[in-house]
C-alpha cells in the first residue's frame, strides 16, 4: 500500500518519459536493488532531503542523456539503472554523500 507522498510520485511520473515500468497496473521491478533504489528515492524526497520534482528532472536528464548515446541500439536500455544514476546525483547535491564512489555498487552486494 502506498502512502500519500508514494502515491503522488508515482502518479506524477505517469504518462512521461521518466513513468516507472509496469505490468498491469503495478510497478515492476527485475532486481530487488531496483526497489531499494525506488524506496531511497521516495523516502529521501518524502523526509525533504531533495524536491521530487528536481529528482524528476534529474531523472530526465540521465534518459535523454542514455537516448543521445544509444540512438540506434537500446537494447541495454535499464530504467531503473537511469533512477540510481538520478538518485546519485540527487544525494549528491543534496549533500549526504559524495557521488563516489557509486551506490551501484551498495546494491550489487
Given at each position: 500500500m502506498l502512502t500519500r507522498?508514494?502515491?503522488?510520485?508515482?502518479?506524477?511520473?505517469?504518462?512521461?518519459?521518466e513513468t516507472?515500468?509496469?505490468?498491469?497496473?503495478?510497478?515492476?521491478?527485475s532486481h530487488e536493488w531496483?526497489?531499494?533504489?525506488?524506496?531511497?528515492a521516495l523516502a529521501l524526497a518524502r523526509q525533504?532531503?531533495?524536491?521530487?520534482?528536481?529528482f524528476?528532472?534529474?531523472?530526465?536528464n540521465e534518459i535523454g542523456a542514455w537516448e543521445a548515446a544509444h540512438p540506434?541500439?537500446?537494447?541495454?536500455?535499464n530504467y531503473y539503472?537511469?533512477?540510481l544514476a538520478a538518485l546519485e546525483k540527487s544525494v549528491a547535491a543534496a549533500g549526504l554523500a559524495d557521488a563516489a564512489p557509486s551506490t551501484t555498487a551498495l546494491f550489487e552486494a
Amino acid at each position: 500500500m502506498l502512502t500519500r507522498f508514494e502515491h503522488f510520485a508515482v502518479t506524477e511520473l505517469m504518462g512521461k518519459p521518466e513513468t516507472p515500468p509496469r505490468e498491469n497496473g503495478t510497478l515492476c521491478f527485475s532486481h530487488e536493488w531496483e526497489r531499494t533504489a525506488f524506496g531511497i528515492a521516495l523516502a529521501l524526497a518524502r523526509q525533504g532531503h531533495f524536491e521530487w520534482d528536481d529528482f524528476r528532472a534529474s531523472l530526465i536528464n540521465e534518459i535523454g542523456a542514455w537516448e543521445a548515446a544509444h540512438p540506434d541500439d537500446r537494447s541495454s536500455w535499464n530504467y531503473y539503472e537511469l533512477w540510481l544514476a538520478a538518485l546519485e546525483k540527487s544525494v549528491a547535491a543534496a549533500g549526504l554523500a559524495d557521488a563516489a564512489p557509486s551506490t551501484t555498487a551498495l546494491f550489487e552486494a
